[in-house]
Protein backbone atom coordinates (compact mmCIF):
# COMPACT_ATOMS: atom_id res chain seq x y z
CA UNK A 1 0.00 0.00 0.00
CA UNK A 2 2.78 2.50 -0.93
CA UNK A 3 1.76 6.24 -2.29
CA UNK A 4 4.01 8.67 -3.21
CA UNK A 5 4.73 11.56 -1.34
CA UNK A 6 2.52 14.02 -3.22
CA UNK A 7 -0.76 11.77 -2.16
CA UNK A 8 0.83 11.44 0.83
CA UNK A 9 0.41 15.12 1.39
CA UNK A 10 -3.08 15.24 0.20
CA UNK A 11 -3.80 12.75 2.36
CA UNK A 12 -2.42 14.82 5.42
CA UNK A 13 -4.33 17.91 4.22
CA UNK A 14 -7.40 16.50 3.14
CA UNK A 15 -7.84 13.11 6.01
CA UNK A 16 -9.04 15.38 8.48
CA UNK A 17 -11.80 17.19 6.40
CA UNK A 18 -13.35 14.59 4.41
CA UNK A 19 -17.00 14.21 4.56
CA UNK A 20 -19.20 16.18 6.40
CA UNK A 21 -17.72 15.09 9.49
CA UNK A 22 -13.77 14.24 10.71
CA UNK A 23 -13.67 10.59 10.02
CA UNK A 24 -13.40 8.38 12.83
CA UNK A 25 -10.26 5.36 13.08
CA UNK A 26 -9.28 2.87 15.05
CA UNK A 27 -6.59 0.45 14.76
CA UNK A 28 -6.34 -3.00 17.19
CA UNK A 29 -3.38 -5.22 17.41
CA UNK A 30 -4.06 -8.82 18.32
CA UNK A 31 -7.67 -8.01 19.34
CA UNK A 32 -6.50 -5.56 21.48
CA UNK A 33 -7.34 -1.26 20.64
CA UNK A 34 -3.91 0.20 19.90
CA UNK A 35 -4.99 3.27 18.61
CA UNK A 36 -7.76 5.91 17.67
CA UNK A 37 -8.59 9.41 16.35
CA UNK A 38 -5.26 8.78 14.37
CA UNK A 39 -5.06 10.63 10.79
CA UNK A 40 -6.31 8.69 7.46
CA UNK A 41 -3.13 9.35 6.29
CA UNK A 42 -1.37 7.44 8.86
CA UNK A 43 -3.35 4.19 8.11
CA UNK A 44 -0.77 2.53 5.32
CA UNK A 45 1.98 3.19 8.15
CA UNK A 46 -0.16 0.67 10.71
CA UNK A 47 -1.30 -1.83 8.30
CA UNK A 48 1.98 -1.91 7.04
CA UNK A 49 2.18 -4.57 10.79
CA UNK A 50 0.70 -8.04 10.15
CA UNK A 51 -0.98 -8.28 13.58
CA UNK A 52 -3.04 -4.63 12.92
CA UNK A 53 -6.43 -4.26 11.97
CA UNK A 54 -8.01 -0.93 10.86
CA UNK A 55 -11.14 0.81 10.76
CA UNK A 56 -12.39 4.03 9.60
CA UNK A 57 -15.44 5.57 8.88
CA UNK A 58 -16.76 8.05 6.80
CA UNK A 59 -19.57 10.45 6.92
CA UNK A 60 -20.80 11.84 3.84
CA UNK A 61 -17.57 11.29 1.07
CA UNK A 62 -17.38 12.91 -1.88
CA UNK A 63 -16.16 10.40 -4.52
CA UNK A 64 -13.06 13.40 -5.08
CA UNK A 65 -12.41 12.54 -1.55
CA UNK A 66 -12.29 9.25 -1.26
CA UNK A 67 -9.67 8.81 -3.93
CA UNK A 68 -7.55 9.30 -1.05
CA UNK A 69 -8.56 6.19 0.82
CA UNK A 70 -8.43 4.78 -2.87
CA UNK A 71 -4.99 5.25 -2.90
CA UNK A 72 -4.55 4.08 0.82
CA UNK A 73 -6.37 0.32 0.13
CA UNK A 74 -6.32 0.12 -3.99
CA UNK A 75 -10.23 0.46 -4.13
CA UNK A 76 -11.70 0.00 -7.85
CA UNK A 77 -13.31 3.26 -9.23
CA UNK A 78 -16.66 1.69 -9.53
CA UNK A 79 -16.55 0.37 -6.06
CA UNK A 80 -16.28 4.19 -5.25
CA UNK A 81 -19.15 5.50 -7.17
CA UNK A 82 -21.33 2.91 -5.60
CA UNK A 83 -20.11 3.86 -2.09
CA UNK A 84 -21.34 7.78 -2.90
CA UNK A 85 -24.34 7.10 -4.88
CA UNK A 86 -27.73 7.09 -3.26
CA UNK A 87 -30.46 4.59 -3.36
CA UNK A 88 -28.49 1.69 -4.21
CA UNK A 89 -29.77 -1.84 -3.22
CA UNK A 90 -28.31 -3.86 -0.44
CA UNK A 91 -25.78 -6.27 -1.92
CA UNK A 92 -22.50 -7.55 -1.85
CA UNK A 93 -19.73 -7.62 -4.38
CA UNK A 94 -16.59 -9.22 -4.99
CA UNK A 95 -13.79 -7.58 -6.02
CA UNK A 96 -9.48 -8.72 -6.40
CA UNK A 97 -8.55 -8.45 -2.55
CA UNK A 98 -11.63 -6.92 -1.05
CA UNK A 99 -15.35 -6.65 -0.35
CA UNK A 100 -17.86 -4.03 -1.30
CA UNK A 101 -20.87 -4.30 0.87
CA UNK A 102 -24.12 -1.85 0.98
CA UNK A 103 -26.84 -2.04 3.56
CA UNK A 104 -29.51 -0.21 5.31
CA UNK A 105 -30.22 0.61 8.70
CA UNK A 106 -34.30 1.12 9.44
CA UNK A 107 -36.26 3.35 11.52
CA UNK A 108 -40.28 3.40 11.93
CA UNK A 109 -41.87 6.75 12.43
CA UNK A 110 -44.83 5.46 14.92
CA UNK A 111 -46.44 8.96 14.47
CA UNK A 112 -46.78 8.88 10.41
CA UNK A 113 -45.94 5.50 9.65
CA UNK A 114 -43.22 6.54 7.48
CA UNK A 115 -39.94 4.14 7.30
CA UNK A 116 -36.93 6.34 7.76
CA UNK A 117 -33.80 4.63 6.43
CA UNK A 118 -29.70 5.03 6.03
CA UNK A 119 -27.87 3.70 3.71
CA UNK A 120 -24.20 2.03 4.83
CA UNK A 121 -21.51 0.83 3.14
CA UNK A 122 -18.62 -0.51 3.33
CA UNK A 123 -14.98 -1.77 2.27
CA UNK A 124 -13.75 -4.75 3.72
CA UNK A 125 -10.21 -6.29 3.51
CA UNK A 126 -8.19 -8.57 4.85
CA UNK A 127 -7.18 -6.01 7.87
CA UNK A 128 -8.94 -3.12 6.98
CA UNK A 129 -12.55 -2.12 7.25
CA UNK A 130 -14.13 1.04 5.87
CA UNK A 131 -17.60 2.34 7.11
CA UNK A 132 -19.31 4.78 4.54
CA UNK A 133 -22.61 6.88 5.06
CA UNK A 134 -24.43 9.53 3.50
CA UNK A 135 -25.74 11.37 6.26
CA UNK A 136 -25.84 11.91 9.98
CA UNK A 137 -28.56 9.23 10.81
CA UNK A 138 -26.49 6.30 11.55
CA UNK A 139 -25.33 5.60 15.44
CA UNK A 140 -21.76 4.82 14.87
CA UNK A 141 -21.36 5.13 18.72
CA UNK A 142 -23.77 2.80 19.46
CA UNK A 143 -21.56 0.67 16.38
CA UNK A 144 -18.48 1.08 18.86
CA UNK A 145 -19.97 0.61 21.66
CA UNK A 146 -21.12 -3.36 20.56
CA UNK A 147 -17.46 -3.75 19.25
CA UNK A 148 -16.44 -2.83 22.52
CA UNK A 149 -18.73 -5.12 24.46
CA UNK A 150 -17.37 -7.82 22.86
CA UNK A 151 -14.27 -8.38 23.30
CA UNK A 152 -14.19 -12.31 23.20
CA UNK A 153 -14.26 -11.91 19.07
CA UNK A 154 -12.15 -9.37 18.60
CA UNK A 155 -9.34 -11.11 17.93
CA UNK A 156 -10.74 -12.39 14.68
CA UNK A 157 -10.19 -8.64 13.27
CA UNK A 158 -11.76 -7.53 10.27
CA UNK A 159 -14.79 -10.75 10.84
CA UNK A 160 -15.73 -9.11 13.86
CA UNK A 161 -16.08 -5.69 13.09
CA UNK A 162 -18.34 -7.02 10.13
CA UNK A 163 -20.14 -8.95 12.15
CA UNK A 164 -20.94 -6.32 14.96
CA UNK A 165 -21.55 -4.18 12.19
CA UNK A 166 -24.48 -6.55 10.42
CA UNK A 167 -25.73 -7.60 13.45
CA UNK A 168 -26.56 -3.79 14.68
CA UNK A 169 -28.20 -3.37 11.12
CA UNK A 170 -30.41 -6.99 11.49
CA UNK A 171 -31.43 -6.04 14.96
CA UNK A 172 -32.75 -2.41 13.65
CA UNK A 173 -35.03 -4.55 10.90
CA UNK A 174 -36.42 -6.91 13.57
CA UNK A 175 -37.35 -3.45 15.41
CA UNK A 176 -38.43 -1.63 12.32
CA UNK A 177 -40.86 -5.20 11.90
CA UNK A 178 -42.07 -5.49 14.81
CA UNK A 179 -43.12 -1.70 15.05
CA UNK A 180 -44.74 -1.77 11.77
CA UNK A 181 -46.41 -5.23 13.27
CA UNK A 182 -47.55 -3.08 16.49
CA UNK A 183 -49.51 -0.47 13.76
CA UNK A 184 -50.97 -2.77 11.59
CA UNK A 185 -52.69 -4.68 14.92
CA UNK A 186 -54.00 -1.12 16.01
CA UNK A 187 -55.29 -0.52 12.16
CA UNK A 188 -57.18 -3.51 12.33
CA UNK A 189 -59.06 -2.15 15.19
CA UNK A 190 -59.85 0.63 13.68
CA UNK A 191 -61.12 -0.85 10.72
CA UNK A 192 -64.41 -1.89 13.01
CA UNK A 193 -64.27 1.99 14.73
CA UNK A 194 -67.19 3.38 12.66
CA UNK A 195 -65.79 6.64 14.72
CA UNK A 196 -62.83 6.66 12.46
CA UNK A 197 -63.03 8.50 9.30
CA UNK A 198 -62.58 6.57 6.72
CA UNK A 199 -60.05 9.10 4.49
CA UNK A 200 -57.67 9.40 7.45
CA UNK A 201 -57.64 5.52 7.95
CA UNK A 202 -56.89 5.20 4.05
CA UNK A 203 -54.20 7.60 4.17
CA UNK A 204 -52.45 6.08 7.11
CA UNK A 205 -52.84 2.71 5.40
CA UNK A 206 -51.66 3.52 2.48
CA UNK A 207 -48.29 4.95 4.45
CA UNK A 208 -47.76 1.79 6.02
CA UNK A 209 -48.28 -0.72 2.80
CA UNK A 210 -45.69 2.08 1.63
CA UNK A 211 -42.86 1.57 4.47
CA UNK A 212 -43.70 -2.16 4.30
CA UNK A 213 -42.47 -2.05 0.40
CA UNK A 214 -39.74 -0.15 1.29
CA UNK A 215 -38.97 -2.59 3.79
CA UNK A 216 -39.10 -5.70 2.43
CA UNK A 217 -36.77 -4.30 -0.32
CA UNK A 218 -34.12 -3.39 2.40
CA UNK A 219 -34.39 -6.95 4.55
CA UNK A 220 -35.03 -9.46 1.87
CA UNK A 221 -31.64 -9.07 0.04
CA UNK A 222 -29.74 -9.10 3.49
CA UNK A 223 -30.20 -12.88 3.63
CA UNK A 224 -28.01 -13.09 0.06
CA UNK A 225 -25.46 -10.94 1.76
CA UNK A 226 -25.04 -13.28 5.39
CA UNK A 227 -25.39 -16.17 2.96
CA UNK A 228 -22.57 -15.22 0.55
CA UNK A 229 -20.22 -14.04 3.23
CA UNK A 230 -20.51 -17.60 5.20
CA UNK A 231 -19.22 -19.83 1.89
CA UNK A 232 -16.02 -20.87 2.63
CA UNK A 233 -14.14 -19.74 -0.85
CA UNK A 234 -13.85 -16.13 0.75
CA UNK A 235 -12.09 -16.91 3.53
CA UNK A 236 -13.93 -13.65 5.24
CA UNK A 237 -15.64 -15.91 8.12
CA UNK A 238 -12.98 -17.91 10.50
CA UNK A 239 -14.68 -21.32 11.36
CA UNK A 240 -14.40 -19.71 15.44
CA UNK A 241 -16.97 -17.19 14.45
CA UNK A 242 -19.18 -19.35 11.35
CA UNK A 243 -21.50 -20.56 14.60
CA UNK A 244 -22.23 -16.33 14.76
CA UNK A 245 -22.74 -15.74 11.00
CA UNK A 246 -24.93 -18.85 10.74
CA UNK A 247 -27.08 -17.18 14.33
CA UNK A 248 -27.30 -13.88 12.08
CA UNK A 249 -28.37 -15.59 8.88
CA UNK A 250 -31.17 -17.24 11.26
CA UNK A 251 -32.13 -13.90 12.45
CA UNK A 252 -32.35 -12.84 8.66
CA UNK A 253 -34.26 -15.23 7.70
CA UNK A 254 -36.82 -14.54 10.94
CA UNK A 255 -36.85 -11.03 9.62
CA UNK A 256 -37.57 -11.66 6.23
CA UNK A 257 -40.45 -13.91 7.08
CA UNK A 258 -41.95 -12.02 9.47
CA UNK A 259 -41.85 -9.04 6.49
CA UNK A 260 -43.64 -11.16 3.97
CA UNK A 261 -46.24 -12.33 7.03
CA UNK A 262 -46.86 -8.53 6.92
CA UNK A 263 -47.17 -8.27 3.25
CA UNK A 264 -50.26 -10.86 3.44
CA UNK A 265 -51.78 -9.14 6.57
CA UNK A 266 -51.94 -5.55 4.64
CA UNK A 267 -53.49 -7.48 1.97
CA UNK A 268 -56.33 -9.28 4.32
CA UNK A 269 -56.81 -6.13 6.03
CA UNK A 270 -57.41 -4.64 2.21
CA UNK A 271 -59.39 -7.02 1.60
CA UNK A 272 -61.19 -6.76 5.27
CA UNK A 273 -61.74 -3.25 4.83
CA UNK A 274 -63.23 -3.72 0.95
CA UNK A 275 -65.82 -6.08 2.79
CA UNK A 276 -66.65 -3.62 5.29
CA UNK A 277 -67.37 -1.03 3.18
CA UNK A 278 -69.54 -3.69 0.86
CA UNK A 279 -71.46 -4.21 3.63
CA UNK A 280 -72.14 -0.61 5.07
CA UNK A 281 -72.94 0.20 1.67
CA UNK A 282 -75.82 -2.80 1.44
CA UNK A 283 -76.94 -1.69 4.81
CA UNK A 284 -77.43 1.99 3.68
CA UNK A 285 -79.06 0.77 0.72
CA UNK A 286 -81.35 -1.16 2.64
CA UNK A 287 -82.62 1.88 4.92
CA UNK A 288 -82.88 3.74 2.10
CA UNK A 289 -85.06 1.76 -0.03
CA UNK A 290 -87.55 0.95 2.97
CA UNK A 291 -87.55 4.36 3.74
CA UNK A 292 -88.40 4.72 -0.13
CA UNK A 293 -91.16 2.29 -0.04
CA UNK A 294 -92.70 4.01 3.26
CA UNK A 295 -92.78 6.97 1.72
CA UNK A 296 -94.25 5.56 -1.93
CA UNK A 297 -97.11 4.50 -0.14
CA UNK A 298 -98.57 7.72 1.16
CA UNK A 299 -97.88 9.09 -2.28
CA UNK A 300 -100.07 6.58 -4.15
CA UNK A 301 -103.18 6.89 -1.60
CA UNK A 302 -103.26 10.88 -1.62
CA UNK A 303 -102.60 10.30 -5.46
CA UNK A 304 -105.60 8.10 -5.81
CA UNK A 305 -107.47 10.26 -3.66
CA UNK A 306 -106.59 13.49 -5.63
CA UNK A 307 -108.06 11.78 -8.84
CA UNK A 308 -110.43 14.51 -10.24
CA UNK A 309 -113.30 11.28 -11.12
CA UNK A 310 -116.01 9.55 -8.55
CA UNK A 311 -115.22 7.94 -5.93
CA UNK A 312 -116.60 6.91 -2.80
CA UNK A 313 -116.75 8.95 -0.02
CA UNK A 314 -115.49 12.07 -2.48
CA UNK A 315 -116.33 15.55 -1.27
CA UNK A 316 -117.51 13.86 1.76
CA UNK A 317 -115.76 13.88 5.65
CA UNK A 318 -115.80 10.23 5.74
CA UNK A 319 -113.12 10.14 2.48
CA UNK A 320 -110.88 12.19 4.38
CA UNK A 321 -110.64 9.86 7.45
CA UNK A 322 -110.02 7.04 5.38
CA UNK A 323 -107.63 8.22 3.37
CA UNK A 324 -105.87 9.16 6.81
CA UNK A 325 -106.70 5.59 8.12
CA UNK A 326 -105.26 4.12 5.00
CA UNK A 327 -101.91 6.32 5.27
CA UNK A 328 -101.20 5.44 8.79
CA UNK A 329 -101.72 1.90 8.53
CA UNK A 330 -99.77 0.79 5.33
CA UNK A 331 -97.12 3.44 6.18
CA UNK A 332 -97.00 1.72 10.03
CA UNK A 333 -97.10 -1.65 8.58
CA UNK A 334 -94.20 -0.80 6.37
CA UNK A 335 -92.60 0.41 8.86
CA UNK A 336 -93.02 -2.96 11.22
CA UNK A 337 -92.03 -5.18 8.49
CA UNK A 338 -88.78 -3.58 7.64
CA UNK A 339 -87.85 -3.05 11.56
CA UNK A 340 -88.64 -6.71 11.56
CA UNK A 341 -86.01 -7.87 9.50
CA UNK A 342 -83.34 -5.06 10.59
CA UNK A 343 -83.40 -3.17 7.66
CA UNK A 344 -84.29 0.32 9.47
Not at 256 to 271: F, G, H, K, P
Not at 274 to 287: D, H, S, T, Y
Request: aromatic fraction near 8%.
Amino acid sequence: MERSSEAANSATHEGDKIGTQPPRTRAWRDGKLEAKGFPVADISEYLKSDDMVVWLDLCGPHAQELRVISEELGLDEVAIEDAVSRHERAKLDRYPGYLFLNAYDVRLDTASGRLVTTEVSAFITDRAFVTIQQDDLFDVDELIRRWDADTGQAEHGVAHLLHGLLDMLVDRHFTAVQALDEKLEDLEDLLFDEKTSDQAMQRYSFQLRKSLVLLRRVVLPMREVVNTLLRRDLHVVPSAMAPLYQDLYDHVLRATEWTESLRDLVATIQETRIALQGNRLNEVMKKLTSWAAIIAVPTAVTGFYGMNVPYPGMSHHSGFVACVIILLVTSAGLFGIFKWRDWI
